[in-house]
């Protein structure tokens, strides 16, 4: 039967990076941990990681984009992001490899369609995406100040998400950071805090939303606990499976199938 594997490898401000696999399509979605710890990572959870065919970046900031360039020269895989990405990407791998893509244009892999939508963060033509094998699918949202109409109605019938819950407002606004980058992550260009996560997480939740994983959590300003506490009271009675990404390790990969009514999932 056809599925969707899903693993974050690691999210937090030193580097997020997501393995989503369906058949012959390998992907990752943001690189910003450095090559052999991706390696080492994919490795530990299953992953074939030599078999890499694509990677898409969110935005240019170095915690997703840290290795795409030396990804690209060493497995010769493509590499997507948008106009303003390339632009203002550091390290970015040779031309060859370069595709561009654009908010609301889906891009269509063997096994596997990605599409690109628009998020507000601090730079030029940020993304998150949306990826989809025909019968399961996902998405990665991260770094984004504030999350818009549009953005939660591209979001709608889910089976997976992965939703940054950067901050804990209080532990933000009391904690140790300089005014001036306080302002900016809770900008409307900023992160995502615990309860506006849980507000998207509310606009998206459906029946058949299976997995829901927190991501970027701040390592000043929020817990594992804060995050949690906020989804859950969102998710309440729903069947999502919660869990929280870390910095330091790989999750479990998902598995993420067809959907099946809520009566058989007794005999599952
Ligand atoms: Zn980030
Ligand atoms: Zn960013």
Redesign the pocket.
Known sequence: MRSVRVCVLGSG?SG?CLWVEAGATRALFDC?LPMRETRRRCVEAGLPFKELTDIFLTHE?A??SYAAGVLGRKLGVRVHATRGTWRALRDPPPPSLRHVVRAGVPVKLSDLTVAPVAIPHDVDEPVAYRFDDGIASGAVV??LGCAPPPLWRSLRGLDALVLEMNHDLRMLVEGPYPWSLKRRIRGDHGHLSNEQGAKLLAHVLHEGLRHVVLA?LSEHNNTEKHARRAAEEVLDRSRAKLSVASQSRALEPLVIGPHRPRQLALFA
């Open positions: 401000s997020n910003g900031h915690d997703h991260t770094d970027h």
